[in-house]
């Protein structure tokens, strides 16, 4: 057993949907919560810049010493996976456990991926998906504007700017046929009640928060590292801009209050 908390990162508020996950999945999980607030977003960003600021975001995950990382972006799960392998710790990106999650669930073999410009330009998800199903079909599309309209909090189902947004991005993906769509921003997650809707019941939505969660589930117990104390899991969460902003929005998003669990750091600190 390693009572050592879970350290998991992302540039704002899309890495709280891999965090609600563990909650559920690992109740008696501590969690160390990084949102880059003062650097969001990263999808826009070159692959140098994006490296940069993982490295700085792991190195404060780090000082807590952090039993594994979960790196809770797509962005950087996909243009800083050679990074995070590196790590002299376990660690996980969304990657991985989405697209083999998309592999094993579509029938007509036909696989949408919505995520950042930088997600969708390292060609990275079409990679991973071929490995487990070779002659998939992907239609990939960057949503960009959808990572400013959950970090505004605008995921209401009859929010009137973030229904027209998701419906235009999604609608490649559905001429295409897809039966199943890859969230390959962690702030996805966070819309599916509008994704839902305009997908359609028969589409698979593949929440790429919850299957981080599952990998890391699985990788505990197999690793015997699981915190099977009686301690109810508790989360601490750092931002690097505004506390108060991150704050309330999470608490829509989380459907918890965290006003105390909330402070600013430094990440300029961490190099
Ligand atoms: N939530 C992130 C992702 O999964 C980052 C979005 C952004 O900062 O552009 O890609």
Not at 168 to 192: M, S
Request: proline share 4%; with cysteine.
């Amino acid at each position: 057993m390693d009572k050592s908390p879970i350290g998991v990162f992302d540039s704002g508020l899309g890495g709280l949907s891999t965090v609600r996950a563990i909650k559920k999945l690992l109740p008696n999980e501590d969690i160390i919560y990084f949102g880059d607030t003062g650097r969001v977003p990263y999808g826009t960003r070159s692959n140098e810049t994006i490296e940069s600021y993982t490295a700085q975001d792991i190195k404060f995950l780090q000082s807590f010493n952090c039993k594994m990382i979960a790196v809770a972006c797509g962005t950087v799960s996909t243009v800083s996976g050679e990074l995070i392998k590196t790590l002299p710790l376990p660690s996980t990106g969304i990657l991985t456990p989405s697209a083999k999650a998309a592999a094993e669930a579509t029938e007509n073999g036909k696989i949408g991926i919505m995520g950042t410009s930088a997600t969708i330009n390292s060609g990275a998800f079409g990679r991973e998906i071929k490995q487990y199903r070779r002659n998939a079909e992907i239609t990939s599309v960057a949503c960009p504007l959808l990572v400013s309209l959950v970090e505004s909090n605008w995921c209401g189902v009859d929010d009137d700017v973030t229904n027209p947004a998701v419906r235009r991005y999604l609608q490649p993906i559905l001429e295409n046929g897809c039966d199943t769509i890859i969230l390959g921003c962690t702030h996805f997650p966070h819309l599916i009640p509008i994704i839902r809707i305009i997908a359609g019941e028969g589409v698979k939505l593949i929440d790429s928060g919850l299957e981080e969660a599952k990998y890391i589930k699985e990788f505990l117990d197999n690793n015997g590292m699981r915190n099977d104390s009686e301690h109810k899991g508790e989360a601490k969460y750092f931002v690097s801009d505004r506390p108060q902003n991150f704050s309330s929005a999470a608490a829509t998003l989380l459907g918890e209050n965290i006003d105390n669990e909330c402070s600013f750091i430094d990440i300029f600190k961490y190099i």
